[in-house]
């Protein structure tokens, strides 16, 4: 070949705008550390409501948010792609532009996400050939899909001034049902088909564990969740539960690349029967944050994405049978949008990294040496993250060696330094770790003008304004910390400008001040020009936010230049300067004290949310003011006293009912991997029924010799299943959280005559598909419905017609705004009770708490209205309450048509269910419908149900635009 032909045929389509080293990613040739979290557009369908997070994932610091796409939802009917209502993406790309923050799109097409099917579509159960691999029968499957999203994404990169930076290929590509393996050609066509597609920013994966798979995309990574899943034992970490392997996984994997780390737990999943989701919040708190977080910088980790930042819901049929309607994950922010304590701490992590650019050309020195390294204490280890690039800053994380204790340690740190190893603190007395913590200590660490040559209490932020350094440091109540500062010439004199604190200072040989203070109290002092600023403890340092004004032009929003330090509220989410006011916007949920760091020019006048502040000036020359919360009083309906109406929604048992519309069930093979034990397959989704629940009649003439029934029946864990055989209850498996599948046998009341004809009626709940994590498993498509079933008493009687329905219409599902998952089979939902306008002025009054006397399902409805003011963030929930676990029943919510609750009274954990405003109409009529299925012959009531606050924040929230519920209409041929 010639040189001119190689060059030729060499083309670097990689973009400019996005490149990579050993040490970190770049955006148009500038480091930064990329932390991220992830959000799931589909589990947050009021689209208008996505700036609201994105804006409260920026003001803690972060710069990126990581987020699955669900192509079942976009594809439920092979070749039908919809990007129908909620899930539209463009909506999610835009608000990322408005916050200024970057995307990385994680299209699968497999994604796991605890989503049904792993995000497969419904059809893959019955379409032949091993998923996840190299089948042309897969890759076909996929085609269409990877297309239509690549492109939807590649128009939303940053070389096209949308905010995608990076897209993952796969999802967890690492676990192989034998004798199945890597399948090198699968991931090849894979980023191929992305490239096609048109995507040319680089391409990611994400490896369970540093394993090595998938090596052949542009910037390979992994995933941890090293504290695990067992949110019932929140206090219990193991003793090694801290992670140093994965540095040596990471260089064995991709030493050319930056320690890329695409999920690592920022919560953890609750499954039915768990402990809930306040308890996965303690598992993974602010101390499980500190540790485990600052172990992944101690390993130079440069993209740290928290897996999830806002976990949404499971709304409708979105849940695979792992988890139950709320997907809250315990995340810094809740289901209801409020943030937890967890937010709060991640602020000052991110905050730090983003104005440590030292920290972006490290390399850990001692990784598997790190005990009692530096400190001489054995119970601890201390990692040395030196920046190998610029040569002179030290980053020194130190934490427990037994990561499970509660000890307190004290120790000194022998650090090399540009004055020579010294031994700090250096005026006397112990630093120490309380227990679970991580502390980051800073050696010739830059800050605007200001070097300190050791500081222990941890830097939240610095920033020069008007020519002044001003600098955050924190520390824990009541330790003592040490932080010095170079000097040239005559040695500098530290004074406290306010606050209780004292400190004691000393000159250092070689030119430098050291300054000890004990951190209580917001203590002020000023070295020099440098403002330097100690708290008391973490709650006080929560309290500041760092806000940049946006700069010019279609990044505007992305700018880190400028930043503005404000003290106060319980979230900023903005700040722009126009010639002498700062306008600050943000949410308070009680009076707020402000302190403002600004520049003096463009702060004469400061706004907060449009009104002005009177402003207060300290003696160090920052602004102060107090703003008083506004909270205004709503009403909240009583939903136990408004009108109900109520009709049966089991009219398939009455002997008047025709099935005559339903699907024939006389497939007599099927692909799917569970071989088929009956001689008609009896697999729901074999015949177009993929999510909620599932009916099943079978009509048979008699023998004269039955006495009952069995019937082996799969829906996924927590399911359950009634039968009834004419119109008689004949029993039901009414569930429990582990059971995915199970055999009861029901006995009938009474001998049936000889030749007489008989329809077995048999309600199912189908939990969602399992997801398919092990690759060539094909576990996806373990089927929901009759496995097997027998006559008691009787091999001979036959059931001469099986027949099945699920959501009207199955993959041709109706309503194509609130998606697929929406609507499963019971009666009142194929008829569209649960939408607004149905009319129900012939139904009977009746109400869920007064519920149903016999085994069978009833749907409720009702109606409200809400008048709740702009200006606020007043998030809502559904509460029910259940005093005793019997009778037991399964209770769908429908809030304005979108289904927003599956509770199962007898199995739990969630009793309370969030439903955002935006599906709530916050200014006027809602619907509210109830289905109520009652498992057992006594029936079964909610015994109550409750419309309720779940917090009260005044809020500068972008306008909430209602997302569409259309109205009821005929349906035709409903059954
Ligand atoms: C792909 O799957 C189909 C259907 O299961 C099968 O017949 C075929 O042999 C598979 N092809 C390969 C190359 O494994
Ligand atoms: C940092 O040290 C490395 C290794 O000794 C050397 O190659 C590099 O030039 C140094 N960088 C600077 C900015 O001095
Ligand atoms: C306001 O929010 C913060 C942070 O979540 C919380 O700690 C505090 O208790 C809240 N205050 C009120 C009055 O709700």
Not at 337 to 343: M, Q
Not at 416 to 445: A, F, M, Q, R
Not at 513 to 525: D, E, K, N, P, W
Not at 620 to 645: E, H
Request: charged fraction near 15%.
């Amino acid at each position: 070949m010639s040189i001119l032909l190689f060059t030729f045929t060499y083309v670097d389509t990689k973009p400019s705008q996005v490149t990579w080293d050993e040490y970190s990613f770049k955006i148009n040739g500038e480091r930064l550390m990329l932390f991220s979290g992830e959000v799931h557009p589909y589990r947050m369908p009021v689209q208008s409501l996505h700036l609201d997070v994105f804006q409260k994932i920026k003001a803690m610091g972060f710069n990126a948010i990581s987020f699955y796409v669900f192509w079942g939802i976009l594809e439920p009917k092979r070749g039908e792609i919809s990007f129908e209502g909620f899930r539209d993406l463009q909506p999610f790309f835009d608000a990322a532009m408005k916050a200024g923050i970057y995307l990385v799109a994680r299209p699968g097409p497999y994604i796991n996400a605890e989503t049904a099917g792993g995000g497969f579509p419904g059809w893959g159960t019955y379409t032949p050939g091993l998923w996840r691999t190299s089948n042309t029968t897969y890759l076909d499957a996929y085609a269409g899909y990877i297309e239509a999203v690549g492109s939807k994404i590649a128009a939303n990169q940053i070389t096209k001034g949308g905010p995608v930076i990076l897209v993952q290929s796969e999802n967890e590509y690492s676990g192989f049902q034998p004798p199945y393996t890597e399948d090198f050609d699968y991931e090849a066509k894979l980023m191929q088909s992305l490239r096609d597609a048109g995507i040319t920013v680089p391409i990611t994966t994400n490896d369970a564990w540093p394993g090595a798979h998938y090596t052949s995309v542009d910037v390979y990574g992994y995933d941890s969740y090293p504290n695990g899943f067992d949110c019932s034992h929140p206090y219990t970490w193991l003793t090694d539960a801290v992670p140093e392997w994965l540095w040596g996984g990471h260089e064995d994997a991709n030493p050319d690349d930056l320690n890329a780390v695409y999920e690592f737990q920022g919560g953890a999943f609750d499954g039915w029967g768990g402990s809930g989701y306040d308890t996965c919040a303690i598992l993974t708190g602010p101390e499980f944050e500190r540790v485990f977080y600052k172990n992944q910088f101690a390993m130079s980790t440069t993209y740290l994405n928290l897996y999830m930042i806002f976990g949404g819901t499971n709304w409708g049929g979105i849940a695979h049978p792992g988890v139950y309607t709320s997907y809250d994950y315990g995340s810094a922010i809740a289901e209801d949008r409020t943030l937890r304590e967890k937010y709060y701490e991640l602020k000052l992590q991110a905050n730090f990294l983003a104005v440590s650019p030292a920290y972006l050309t490290t390399r850990p020195m001692n990784i598997y040496s790190t005990q009692g390294s530096f400190t001489g204490n054995s119970a601890l280890k201390t990692t040395q993250v030196l920046d190998v690039v610029g040569n002179k800053t030290g980053f020194y994380v130190v934490r427990q060696t037994d990561a499970s204790t509660n000890a307190l340690q004290t120790y000194t740190l022998q650090l090399p330094t540009s004055l020579g190893t010294l031994t700090i603190p250096t005026i006397g007395g112990l630093l120490s770790l309380n227990g679970k913590d991580s502390k980051i200590h800073v050696v010739d660490y830059t800050a605007g003008s200001t070097e300190l040559v050791y500081s222990t209490g941890e830097i939240f932020t610095w920033a020069t304004i008007d020519g002044r350094d001003v600098i955050v440091l924190y520390g824990n109540a009541g330790e003592l910390h040490e932080t010095a500062f170079k000097f040239s010439g005559q040695a500098p004199v530290a004074r406290v400008l306010s606050g209780t604190g004292t400190i004691k200072q000393q000159t250092l040989s070689g030119g430098a001040l050291a300054i000890q203070y004990t951190t209580s109290g917001q203590t002020v002092f000023q070295v020099r020009n440098t403002l330097v600023y100690i708290f008391v403890d973490r709650t006080t340092a929560y309290e500041f936010w760092v806000l940049h004004p946006p700069s010019n032009g279609a990044f505007a929003q992305f700018n880190t230049k400028n930043p503005i330090i404000i003290k106060g509220g319980y979230l900023l989410r903005s700040v722009s300067t126009s010639e002498s006011t700062l306008a600050i916007t943000g949410d308070l949920n009680s009076t707020a004290s402000f302190e403002i760091i600004a520049p003096k020019a463009s702060s004469q006048k400061v706004t907060f949310n449009g009104g002005t502040l009177t402003l207060g000036r300290t003696s160090y020359g920052t602004l102060t003011a107090k703003r008083t919360v506004n909270l205004p009083s709503v009403t909240i309906p009583n939903l136990s006293t408004l009108n109900w109406k109520t009709a049966d929604s089991l009219p398939e048992i009455s002997r008047t009912y025709s099935d005559a519309k339903w699907t024939v069930a006389n497939h007599t093979s099927s692909i799917n991997p569970v071989v088929p034990l009956t001689s008609a397959v009896l697999y729901a989704g074999d015949y177009g029924y993929h999510t909620g629940n599932i009916l099943w009649r079978g009509h048979f003439a008699a023998t004269g010799a039955e006495t009952g029934f069995t019937v082996d029946v799969l829906g996924g864990s927590a399911f359950g299943y009634s039968v009834w055989l004419d119109s008689t209850f004949i029993g039901s498996w009414e569930g429990d959280a582990v059971h995915g599948e199970f055999t009861g046998t029901f006995n009938f009341p009474a001998v049936l005559a000889k030749g007489s004809a008989h329809v077995l009626t048999i309600l199912q709940d189908h939990m969602g598909y399992e997801e398919d994590w092990t690759a060539g498993s094909d576990a996806f498509k373990t089927p929901r419905g009759i496995i097997n079933y027998s006559f008691v008493g009787s091999n001979s009687t036959t059931v001469s017609t099986w027949k099945v329905t699920g959501n009207l219409g199955g993959e041709s599902y109706v309503d194509k705004t609130r998606g697929p998952l929406n609507e499963g089979g019971l009666f009142g939902e194929r008829q569209g009770w649960h939408l607004p306008g149905f009319n129900d002025a012939a139904w009977a009054t009746g109400k869920p708490t007064t519920g149903i006397s016999k085994a069978g399902v009833s749907f409720f409805r009702t109606t409200f209205n809400l008048n709740i003011p702009k200006g606020v963030d007043y998030p809502l929930a559904l509460v029910v309450t259940n005093s005793t676990t019997n009778p037991h029943f399964r209770s769908q919510l429908y809030v304005n048509g979108y289904q927003f609750g599956k509770y199962i009274n007898h199995i739990g954990p969630q009793k309370s269910f969030p439903v955002p405003q935006g599906i709530l109409n916050y200014n006027g009529v809602n619907t509210l419908a109830v289905s109520l299925w009652a498992a057992g012959a006594a029936g079964a009531k909610l015994d109550s149900l409750a419309l309720q606050l779940t917090a009260k924040v005044e809020s500068t929230l972008p306008a909430v635009v209602n997302q569409p519920s259309p109205a009821w209409t005929t349906r035709p041929g409903a059954y």
